[in-house]
């Protein structure tokens, strides 16, 4: 059996994406994050060349993506989450022999911090939707932990993977034996630790991401007062010491952070331009302050210069704890 894991560049038949639907959770923020996923799935269906289908819980939650939706061709599709991490609670789609099948994992939370009904169902709604086989795996495991480069390399922190708060006693040896039975491993790279105050114990999508076969890129700091400066020089250190599942050593891109983003309270808040999403047509950068979120987006586009980038605010969608990226799962062709 020869399991894979498509990189997120490659074909994509749809992108799910998780829609703000409970007022409880958002609070203040519920009407702006609405309608930056809204932007987001817009930009998604037009420029990005997607098949978009946004999750919606409930009949306010519909209406509400229905208003703000009803000049585009975005697939409203009721299901139930306790929020919209869909990276993270659904399934990871992986290619069996030429035939997608839906890998599904348990979930706790992050750890624990904030468990929800609904979540754990997330992956088999997906699956369901989608038509693909759901294969179930009896460890705890969230998609943003983890990121891909098609060809068999798993990038991964220590932080979140090896944390005695997801599965109990695992080592970089047990983790990188489950991922290769349900993922198709062929070798895991390890980083350190995530950003500051990462409530997902420093999911990967916030810290390095391929952006093609042996090419990965990671933050630079921006500012004197770069919360993150240390974590991204160590990360570059490390990368440009690794080689991939090939054997070639890895080219290291450096994209600039927002730098020191604060929320409401005046505490520093895990912003990164790292969780863009890479969709058919177009890249959708996840955009924090003016001047650092233009200085990323035309990095970027030399990395994608086949693709469009697009620049999109996600202030409120981070007060949630993640951004684009982590509210979108692609399903590959």
Known sequence: MTVTVPAEWAPHRAMWVGFPSHPDVWQDDLEQAQQEVADLARALAGPGGERVRLMVVG??????????????EVEIVRGTFGDIWLRDTGPIFVDDNGAAVAAGFLFNG???????????????QIAAASGAPLVRNNFILEGGSLDHDGLGTILTTGQCLLNENRNTGWDEASATSA???ALG????????????????????????????PGVVACPMAYGADDPNTDVYAETAKLLASLTDSRGSPLQVARIPSPGRILNADGDVIPASHMNFLIANEAILVPIYAEESGAFAVEVIKGLFPERQVIGLPSTAILTGGGSFHCISQQEPE
């Open 185 to 212: 491993a062929k070798k895991v790279l390890w980083l350190g630790d995530g950003l500051l105050n990462d409530h997902t114990d420093g999911h990967v999508d916030n810290l390095a991401r391929f952006v093609a």
């Open 59 to 72: 009949d306010e939650a519909e209406a509400a993506a229905r208003a703000l939706l009803s000049d585009t």
């Open 110 to 124: 992050w750890g624990g911090k904030y468990e929800m009904e609904g979540d754990d169902i997330v992956a088999e």
């Open 179 to 181: 991922l290769a039975e």
